[in-house]
């Protein structure tokens, strides 16, 4: 069964009688968010490369027109706002501490042309943790299974780390949840595996040999040669209910 937003967002009310005081906050709200940098990003980070679906990532390297309008920004808004939050927490604990157990924010270069930054790395236990901020159907969704663009992230940031010259001895997922309580914190840990980063890359190395094999700078329509996976298709710059030409995919996987 092909997934919906209804999968992802709690459910809410619908819009009231048009008042223009709600008009105003909205295009307020809207208007500082398209300013945010991830809006003016152009590099892919590996968060990009981490997504299984190789011609997504190809539609990405090539900076294609998307045909998918953007979702409402409030989730992400709120995870940008709790991410700053839980950076203030970590600072306060290393004071508390009287050393630097938490590096936060950190900067890594994964490979040449892919840098990121990682929210949370433990000195202490050598972990490297990227926190998730999400809504309750996608935290019930991921206590089973965080899903492999997530892991495949954070093993990444592990690759950066031990380029920094830091051990990596595990990688960690900590999902926040977005409408509940902190007893609901869910933490997903694996021992850390470089050949998975290297698998990661290796992928991403494939792209890049099948865009420049299949010309698609000239030939759009080369890119139905390059696989596709169904993952959180809903949310793809590229997916179309009814697909029009070769940047639009239907997310089925074809």
Not at 88 to 100: I, K, S, V, Y
Not at 115 to 140: E, F, H, M, N, Q
Not at 185 to 203: F, N
Not at 211 to 221: E, I, K, R
Request: aromatic share 10%.
């Amino acid at each position: 069964m092909s997934e919906t937003t209804a999968d992802f967002f709690e459910s809410a009310p619908p819009p009231a009688a048009p008042d223009p005081l709600r008009d105003d906050l909205l295009a307020m709200i809207h208007a500082r968010d398209y300013v945010t940098p991830r809006h003016r990003q152009t590099a892919l980070g590996p968060s990009d490369v981490s997504h299984p679906c190789m011609r997504r990532l190809a539609y990405a390297m090539m900076d294609e027109p998307g045909s998918n309008p953007e979702w409402d920004p409030l989730p992400s808004i709120i995870g940008t706002a709790v991410h700053a939050w839980l950076e203030t927490a970590a600072r306060h604990a290393n004071t508390e501490l009287g050393r630097q157990r938490w590096m936060t924010e950190t900067k890594v270069q994964v490979t040449a042309g892919l840098t990121g930054s990682c929210d949370l790395y433990d000195r202490d236990t050598a972990t490297v943790i990227d926190w998730k901020v999400v809504g309750t159907p996608r935290l019930r969704k991921y206590r089973k299974d965080p899903g492999p663009a997530y892991k495949a992230q954070v093993f990444l940031y592990g690759r950066g780390f031990e380029n920094a010259g830091l051990p990596v001895n595990r990688v960690a997922i900590a999902f926040v949840p977005r409408g509940a309580t902190l007893h609901s914190l869910h933490v997903w840990s694996a021992d850390y595996d470089p050949k998975i980063a290297d698998w990661v890359l290796e992928r991403r190395n494939q792209v890049i040999a099948l865009l420049d094999d299949f010309d698609v700078a000239n030939s759009p329509d080369h890119y139905q040669w390059i696989p596709a996976s169904q993952h959180d298709c809903v949310f793809c710059p590229w997916y179309s209910t009814d697909p029009k030409g070769p940047l639009q995919c239907p997310g089925d996987g074809s």
